[in-house]
């Protein structure tokens, strides 16, 4: 073996090849060193950054060079708009995420946005308000090879893949407003190839330095929107046709032609008394990525994602614990962004397999290999016994395939041997003393929602922060997800025996800040609409059933109503993503608290995620088939209520429903009892309209989605269904 | 695992038009490829039977050997004529290929036999790694009427079995990286 792998080391062959080596049967000999995804930092409370989204072939482990959509930005303080800046990631050409943002909390973001792929690199990317179309080939009755449409068969506008030369940012885990130019994800830029951050430096640092930020188009400068006015309707009379409607109606425009100003605050207090914000920001692992309706699957399979970490006060408690001073110590803080890459969407190919029996020409892309930053199955370092804590961020389209895809981190990578692992926060929110003392997900307490064992696992768009302590013993290590090494640890060098936190010991964890302590009971004043509804309030996940669609391993649907169909219709309270014009799905009053109950009517896996404000589970119901004691098939409820203080989260996984037979129906054969999640959420300080959906991206694409909307309480429920943004 | 470049990215086809002539650039895929093509030309096309408008990518389509139904199993690789519908007279071509795949090990050889296809597919001519094994020569397959395409391992004095790595990247871009396993009788 070891003569084999010198042998390899010496040839010379083209990096296509060389790249290949790093197969994962030999995983730890050809694993690359782990990096660090490159960074782009803030300074004296304000974050400057230039994000481009763009186009170029990049390296991709395992396959070679493919042509990718991906981020690439540069820390803009001080950039003159002229010379040249420092570019990160340094190589396009290389894949890698896109760059980790770092700011503090009460900082002020303020990144340039900018569009330039160049879309005749792609099929189906225009951004017509239409659905995408593929044509595939299969085998006809008299055993022919034909050409067939495969896309979008059912599939209906706007849920359907379409538009992907489209993107914006999304700011997953902040606390600000959906509007405007802060967490909009409502918003379409659309990409001018040849247009320069430079062209648009002056009238950005003017948007950027005005006292307020601007809520209104009309606040803007009118150089700016002038500039756009004329871009889109160089682009398409329809484009600036659809703005100006939503412009006279007081609404943000759909279409921006190139380049978008995103500017918000990240809420801060010194101190509760006083403070302008009911909630602040959490400071924590969080992240970015395109959110384009539509397009967010095949965006996040191009890699169009990153971290976005934001410090706090529980970053201070690590420094201090540890003695870092003001800053980590090198190489203790690890940025791990687990990413699957595939240029092409799927239900865009067919899967072709007449028989040959050739591997490879029979199976899919799925379920993908797991990248992490960009690598596949780098080695990290650490000395015998040290401590890192490891900021881990699933940015996969989420796909599970009934827990079994790569889109999941499964609990096995945080049981491997000999490591110590403390979780300190879940989806960029800290940990209570308490939870921090049970560790709810290491222990296997709190059920997982997928078809996986027991343990802490991280599904798409979830992140986790772990203090991860080394053996004692050298050696090289695997971490394994889905039964794939992922990640290689080689423990080596001197022993530097670091102490983790005593998670009995109540000095050794902070006491989670004011605006994170646990929300208590809603009154029934807070309730959602309909307001006559019941309470708590219930939200649906759910497919329907249609024969138009090609039935192909169809799952059966409950109650007899036959076969979901395949492609599935995903909804959620039995319709889909605007399926009936425009709605806001969910209204709530600005400062409301409400319990909400998340039901899974599928038999597959879903993750629930709303944006602007994370909330705490309140229970966990897994359906599990029994038998009763006359032998009769059915279910009870395993129930998960936590033993201390409910966890916060923004995306959490939905336990799949269960068809169960029933006997003694005349009219049933099948029962079905669906999963089910209560969170307890408070709609605090930020007004606006904004989109919970389905983390698992295809599925939102594909309708899983609903507009949410959050009024002043003296405008509630007038103002619900007043000048909805059009997003398509 | 991801498959091949070639299978996952669609090939870009270039419409232009050179004076009165609209041209569609030749292109070459595998089997299980796609291809869709990007109008340059001031006026709509539609290659076979697909729209794309001025400045527009089209759909994008898995192309058909002969252009509307070929009979199973396809010979390939061959290249076919396809037309514009919109347009009399204008035509391009595309190249299919066997997808590049390793053979399914184990395989077998018997003796006095010393070779073995362990790859077929793709389109020559290929940048193969040695096998890191004595016993194991990989070397192009040439093509034949009754052989595809692809990679033979020649094997000298080989033991009962032997397994070795097979990388090796064909014209088009595929990449094949797989371990292979020979059983010598």
């Given at each position: 073996m070891q003569e084999r792998t010198i042998l390899r080391r010496l040839l010379p062959i083209i990096p296509t090849v060389a790249l290949l080596?790093?197969?994962?049967?030999h995983a730890q000999t050809g694993s690359p060193p782990f990096v660090n995804p490159g960074e782009i930092p803030s300074h004296d409370g304000k974050l400057q950054a230039v994000m481009i989204v763009s186009d170029t072939d990049r390296v991709v482990p395992n396959v070679g060079k493919v042509h990718l959509r991906f981020f690439q930005g540069w820390d803009?303080?001080?950039?003159?708009?002229k010379q040249p800046a420092a570019k990160v990631?340094?190589?396009?050409?290389v894949f890698s995420p896109g760059p980790t943002l770092r700011a503090k909390v009460g900082d002020k973001i303020e990144i340039m946005f900018l569009n330039t792929t160049d879309?005749?690199?792609?099929?189906?990317?225009?951004?017509?308000?239409k659905c995408d179309q593929a044509f595939g080939t299969k085998k006809d009755a008299n055993g022919n090879l034909v050409n067939v449409?495969?896309?979008?068969?059912a599939d209906q506008y706007p849920n359907c893949?379409?538009?992907?030369s489209t993107a914006n940012l999304h700011f997953h885990g902040t606390h600000t407003t959906p509007d405007a130019l802060g967490?909009?994800?409502?918003i379409e830029v659309m990409?001018?190839?040849?247009?320069?951050p430079q062209k648009w430096n002056a009238v950005f640092k003017k948007i950027f330095a005005m006292p307020a930020i601007p809520?209104?188009?009309?606040?803007?400068p009118a150089e700016y929107r002038d500039e756009q006015e004329r871009l889109l309707k160089a682009k398409g009379q329809q484009y600036w046709d659809v703005n100006a409607k939503q412009i006279a109606l007081g609404q943000f425009p759909q279409y921006i032609a190139g380049a978008f100003p995103n500017t918000f605050i990240l809420p801060n207090c010194a101190?509760?008394?006083?403070?302008?914000?009911?909630?602040l920001q959490s400071p924590g692992t969080h992240w970015y990525h395109a959110h384009k309706h539509g397009s967010t699957a095949l965006h996040s399979l191009n890699g169009l994602a990153g971290a976005f970490i934001i410090e706090g006060a529980y970053d201070d408690f690590l420094k201090t614990f540890y003695h870092f001073g003001a800053t980590y110590a090198p190489d203790f803080e690890k940025v791990i962004v687990f990413q699957q890459i595939n240029p092409e969407q799927n239900l865009h190919r067919n899967i072709i397999n007449?028989?040959?029996?050739?591997a490879g020409s029979?199976?899919?892309?799925?379920?993908g290999q797991v990248l992490v930053n960009g690598l596949l199955a780098p080695t990290l370092t650490m000395r015998p016994g040290s401590v890192q804590l490891w900021r881990i961020?699933?940015?996969?389209?989420?796909?599970?395939f009934n827990g079994g895809g790569g889109g999941i981190i499964s609990p096995s990578f945080f049981q491997t041997d000999g490591f110590t692992f403390e979780q300190t926060a879940k989806d960029g929110v800290q940990f209570s003393q308490k939870n921090f003392a049970d560790q709810p997900f290491l222990s296997k307490q709190?059920?997982?929602?997928?078809?996986?064992?027991?343990g802490l696992m991280v599904a798409g768009g979830n992140r986790v922060d772990v203090l991860v302590k080394a053996p004692a013993a050298k050696g090289t290590y695997a971490f394994l997800s889905q039964g794939a090494k992922v990640l290689w640890v080689k423990v080596d060098?001197?022993?530097?025996d670091m102490p983790l936190p005593d998670?009995?010991?109540?000095?050794d964890w902070p006491v989670i800040p004011w605006y994170l302590t646990n929300l208590q009971q809603?009154?029934?004043?807070?309730?959602?609409?309909?307001?006559?509804?019941?309470?708590p309030h219930y939200v649906s996940f759910g497919w329907d059933a249609e024969s138009n669609r090609a039935v192909a391993a169809a799952p059966a649907l409950p109650g007899g109503k036959g076969t979901a169909g395949f492609p599935p219709k995903w909804t959620i309270d039995d319709h889909q993503f605007a399926e009936f014009g425009p709605l806001i799905d969910q209204c709530m009053p600005l400062n409301g608290l409400q319990d909400w109950v998340l039901e899974n009517h599928t038999t597959v896996m879903h993750s629930f995620h709303i944006h602007i404000n994370p909330f705490q589970i309140v229970s966990v119901e897994t359906p599990v088939q029994t038998t009763d004691a006359q032998g009769v098939p059915t279910v009870t409820y395993k129930t998960y209520t936590p033993a201390g203080d409910p966890i916060w989260q923004d995306v959490v996984s939905l336990p799949a429903g269960l068809a169960v037979p029933l006997t003694g129906s005349p009219t049933l054969t099948q029962g079905f009892a669906p999963g089910r999640v209560t969170i307890r959420h408070q709609f605090v300080d930020f007004t606006g309209t904004f989109v919970l959906h389905c983390h698992i991206l295809g599925h939102e694409d594909r309708g899983m989605m609903q507009l949410v909307r959050i009024v002043p309480l003296d405008r509630y429920p007038t103002d619900?269904?007043?000048?909805?943004p059009h997003h398509h | 695992m991801l498959r091949n470049k070639e299978d996952l990215l669609a090939t870009r086809i270039n419409i232009r038009r050179e004076g009165d002539a609209v041209v569609f650039e030749p292109a070459e895929v595998t089997f299980s490829g796609a291809v869709f093509w990007f109008n340059g030309d001031s006026e709509p096309h539609a290659p076979m039977g697909v729209d794309v408008q001025p400045n527009q990518t089209s759909s994008s389509v898995q192309p058909v050997p002969t252009g509307s139904a070929a009979p199973l199993p396809v010979p390939l690789p061959q290249s076919f004529t396809y037309e514009c519908t919109l347009h009399k007279g204008e035509s391009g071509t595309i190249a299919i290929y066997n997808d590049f795949v390793p053979n399914l090990s184990p395989l077998a050889v018997t003796k006095p036999a010393t070779t073995v296809q362990v790859a077929t597919g793709g389109k020559p001519p290929y940048v193969i790694a040695p096998s890191?094994?004595?016993?194991v020569a990989l070397v192009e397959t040439p093509q034949s009427i009754t052989a595809d395409a692809g990679i033979n391992a020649v094997l000298t004095d080989p033991p009962p079995t032997i397994t070795f790595r097979l990388s090796a990247t064909d014209a088009l871009g595929g990449a094949v990286d797989s371990d292979v396993t020979i059983d010598v009788s």
């Open positions: 080596f790093a197969a994962s049967m803009a303080k001080g950039w003159d708009g990631p340094a190589n396009a050409a879309d005749a690199n792609f099929p189906n990317t225009a951004a017509a308000e449409q495969i896309y979008p068969l893949f379409h538009a992907s967490d909009n994800v409502l990409p001018v190839k040849d247009t320069t809520t209104k188009w009309e606040e803007l101190t509760q008394d006083g403070c302008q914000y009911k909630a007449f028989g040959a029996g050739k029979a199976t899919g892309p799925g379920p961020l699933n940015a996969t389209p989420g796909s599970a709190f059920p997982n929602g997928y078809n996986q064992p027991a060098g001197d022993a530097n998670p009995k010991k109540a000095s809603p009154p029934a004043a807070d309730r959602p609409l309909p307001l006559s509804g019941p309470y619900c269904q007043a000048a909805i | 890191g094994e004595t016993s």
